[in-house]
């Protein structure tokens, strides 16, 4: 059993996934969610963005929002600002916010320079342009650790695939502008707006800098899910690192989300919360987040945004495991998404559905497991190994 990361987890369903919804949905709707999402156990939660309604109509009302919610003490939350009067514009609001700041300077940059102009306006050259700044900054503050990292990192709509050894050479080339100055590196961080991770890139990639640079115990990875990789390519990154590392990952409850600069749109999406945090939660990984309750989030949302979102945890339910949780084996057909839901609601749910058993469903499984035993003894004991109608005995 691998000895996993630890893992920081942001929402950004109020950010990410908002930005790319109907500009229409209310103040007040917009709030009521986002004080559901503080009584879930998340501990960080982006509220929204900064940004001109020209280019993001969806958070012109930014500033009613963080002044009706309710924060609740222990949660940490921000709002993206892309520029410094994003920032004095948030400041005004601190508290509640936190003006979040990486908390190491960092050299960063898209790896597709279309898609930076389209989202930035700015070029891939215009970043790179403020990486002698963001060094001689540090320098003055006397700053020991520093990051490295890319945007787009794996691919782009308008650009096709990068390797993961193109990725390699820029990380080193930024590491190596660190190593002159004598700042040690001890980040990484690489983002996927256009939805090209896959597991063995991530994977890889994860691999690779921890391979080069061993003393990177911070890894940051921001994926989009249109393609459906995110999910697995968090693992696979988990898989990679140890106890002693810390990974940052991002996601939405539900999993919507998007930018309309990247091409596709709704479609973009990210990890849905609930069913990364459902998957981390059987791993063993601690965090403190009640699944049930960001499952009521993920509903809430769909009735606000008017369509169902793309998360499975809220559809499907979490794998039943106390005897309470189990499903009824004499339940009729279940064979639709809203009668999929009496694993919260109960068997109202199903009510009038197909049954087409001529008899009550029986099983000796389910009899022991209502007992407060297990389904199957292990190998050395007597159920079903030893019972008469078991063809198969030691």
């Known amino acids: 059993m691998p000895d996993w990361p630890k893992v920081k987890y942001k929402e950004e369903g109020m950010r990410e996934g908002m930005q790319i919804e109907d500009a229409q949905i209310s103040v007040e709707d917009k709030v009521e969610l986002l004080d559901m999402l503080s009584e879930t156990g998340l501990q960080q939660i982006v509220v929204g963005s900064f940004v001109s309604p020209k280019w993001t109509p969806q958070m012109e009302r930014i500033d009613e929002i963080v002044t009706k919610f309710k924060p609740k003490p222990g949660v940490t939350y921000t709002a993206l600002a892309l520029n410094s009067r994003g920032v004095e514009r948030a400041k005004a609001y601190s508290p509640p916010l936190t003006i979040e700041r990486d908390a190491y300077p960092r050299l960063n940059v898209h790896m597709c320079d279309v898609f930076v102009r389209r989202n930035t306006n700015r070029t891939q050259m ?111 990154a988990m898989k990679v690192l140890g106890p002693d590392d810390t990974l940052e990952l991002d996601g939405t409850i539900g999993g919507f989300g998007g930018c309309p600069y990247c091409g596709n749109g709704r479609a973009t999406g990210m990890a849905p919360t609930e069913d990364l945090l459902h998957m981390m939660d059987d791993m063993g990984i601690p965090t403190g987040v009640d699944i049930d309750k960001l499952i009521d989030c993920v509903w809430t949302a769909e009735r606000i945004m008017g369509h169902e979102l793309y998360g499975h945890v809220s559809k499907a339910g979490p794998r039943p495991k106390s005897v309470e949780s189990l499903y009824d084996i004499n339940a009729p057909f279940v064979e639709t998404t809203e009668q999929a839901k009496h694993f919260k609601v109960g068997p109202s749910a199903y009510e009038g559905g197909i049954y087409p058993y001529s008899e009550p469903i029986t099983s000796p499984y389910r009899d022991r497991v209502n007992a407060g035993g297990p389904a199957y003894d292990d190998a050395n004991g007597d159920f079903p190994w030893k019972q008469d109608w078991f063809p198969a005995k030691s």
């Open 126 to 236: 215009q970043e790179m342009e403020r990486w002698p700044q963001i060094i001689a900054q540090a320098q003055e503050l006397n700053i020991k650790e520093a990051g490295i990292g890319t945007n787009a990192s794996w691919g782009s709509n308008f650009m096709g695939e990068f390797k993961v050894d193109n990725l390699m050479t820029m990380l080193e080339r930024q590491h190596s502008m660190w190593d002159e100055v004598g700042i040690d590196v001890r980040s990484a961080s690489m983002g996927d707006p256009m939805s090209h991770c896959t597991p063995a890139k991530v994977e890889e990639s994860v691999y690779r800098v921890k391979e080069m640079w061993p003393e990177i115990d911070h890894i940051r990875l921001h994926l989009h899910n249109g393609r459906n990789m995110a999910i697995a390519s968090a693992y696979a």
